[in-house]
């Protein structure tokens, strides 16, 4: 063992500066792509995702140059392979179609980090995108582990592909009540409300059913991403208030029992 350290000194040096100097190589790439962002006034939209296959092709060309440092020829092996390596080959084939899958995916923008997503009904927010798999952080915080194969051939809903987004709150009020009146007292609602966005969109009420102990409205306003949930509680408290000031009511259902004797 010693005569083999002593004798494979030179390739185990090599070996060792070619690892750090790999290492370095990916930093500064990494920083070189970040800064040239920067300098067009735009920032890396997807970091963990390009570093991670920045990281591969480093690693890539790592591994030849170390194959060439210790004379590794890899021909005998994969010429020997043989009836081995149609086995070998049908067990990676679902791999390399994540793989190249997962390229599609990341060059067509059909996912990006960051982005709330719904893909083949699993909704959440995207953590990663890697070789073989999207990893999509749920609301409830489960992480999961999407093929790429999937998210290629499959449906994506994109929920905020701009900087709003519609939303649309289901109003009822009773029977009693002056439609015209509850109308008004609804798109005021909308208009006093400071988180609800009114420019560059359209905002409105539209009638929607009479219903067993109501009737019932749809309030269609747009919101920004960063304020949704507030602005949802906002309006609906404000509706409410505004609907207590002017003695309109918000009915719960009622059953009517008539008795015979």
Known sequence: MKEWFLNSWDELLL????????????KYVVKIIQKSLKAFGKDLKAPKTVQ?????????????????IWNVDLLPYITGLGI?????????????????????????RKLFEGEVVDVNGISGVVNEIRINHSYLRTFD??????????????????FWPGPVRRVTMDVGVSYDSDLETVIKLLQQAIEEE??????????????KQFGSSSIDFTVYFWVERSTYFDAVNALAMRIKKIFDENGVEIPFTQIVVNMKS
Not at 15 to 26: D, K, R
Not at 85 to 108: D, H, K, R, Y
Not at 199 to 204: A, Q, T
């Open 15 to 26: 070996s060792v500066i070619t690892i750090i100097v790999g290492y370095i190589i990916y």
């Open 194 to 207: 400071p988180l609800v966005v009114k420019e560059g969109v359209s905002n409105f009420i539209a009638f």
């Open 52 to 68: 991670f296959f920045i990281g591969i092709i480093v690693a890539v060309f790592v591994i030849l140059i170390l194959l060439s």
């Open 84 to 108: 081995s390596g149609i086995v070998v080959g049908l067990a990676l084939q679902e791999p390399l179609a994540n793989f190249v899958s997962g390229l599609l995916v990341m060059t067509t």
């Open 141 to 158: 915080g489960k992480l999961v582990l999407i093929p790429n194969k999937t998210v290629w051939s499959g449906t994506v809903t994109k």
